[in-house]
């Protein structure tokens, strides 16, 4: 499967309550995300799949993978369509999510922004 085949949403597509799957590094995440997304970064994807699979399971619910800009997400999304998930790549990632205004929380007292 190449990239432009891959299934790929605008955030305007992001429903509010979807699954949301962040797959951004530890201090990306700390820095602002989307309130409610799955936090699993991509270098520990593969050991914890399982967390997935229990997500997506809930209800058969489709991901929407997200990372800063949409190339690691993109790789995210092609490996889970390979194991049968129903996953869609975020274009423009968290970057695009910022600019559309879409809501952003920190684990801190910082405010939220994308790094």
Known sequence: MNFASLP???IAAVPADGLLLDVRE?????????????????SEFVARFGEVTEAVADG????????RV???SAQVTQYLVQQGIDAVNV???????EGAGRPMVTDGEDPA???
């Open 8 to 10: 790929q949403v605008d």
């Open 91 to 97: 274009d423009g990632g968290m970057l695009a999510w």
């Open 70 to 72: 949409g190339g690691r």
């Open 26 to 42: 530890d201090n990306e995440w700390a820095a602002g995300h989307a309130e409610g997304a799955l936090h699993i970064p991509m």
């Open 113 to 115: 922004y994308v790094l």
């Open 60 to 67: 058969g619910r489709q991901a929407f993978v997200i990372c």
